[in-house]
């Protein structure tokens, strides 16, 4: 069975408007891990006592930007900032910078 002309064309379109959305998807993503990468290799040299988490301290001398945001960071208010309150820190930012607030 033979598809109408109309019918072809819609679907190579479709396929056309897609693929460069499809590859900058994938180009934020590998950006993406990239960064997350560099945050944890900077994180880990920060960590001068190897405990798994950033004193105010640590954050100032290996992260001053982390130690700039300390308090916000820090949601918990014990002191350290561990990787997961930034992954945390950085998906908030990431929503208000999208728009989302929920």
């Keep these: 069975m033979k598809l109408p002309s109309i019918i072809v064309l819609s679907i190579a379109l479709s396929i056309i408007t897609f693929l460069p959305c499809l590859a900058a998807a994938q180009v934020m993503g590998e950006k993406r891990q990239a960064m997350a990468k560099q945050i944890q290799q900077r994180f880990t040299a920060a960590d001068k006592n190897g405990d798994g988490q950033l004193s105010r301290e640590e954050a100032s001398s290996g992260?001053?930007?982390?130690?700039?945001?300390?308090?916000?960071?820090d949601t918990d208010g014990n002191g350290f900032v561990t990787l997961d309150d930034l992954k945390v820190y950085f998906a908030k930012r990431q929503e208000k910078r999208s728009g989302n607030t929920n």
């Design 63 to 73: 992260m001053p930007r982390v130690s700039e945001h300390f308090t916000e960071i």
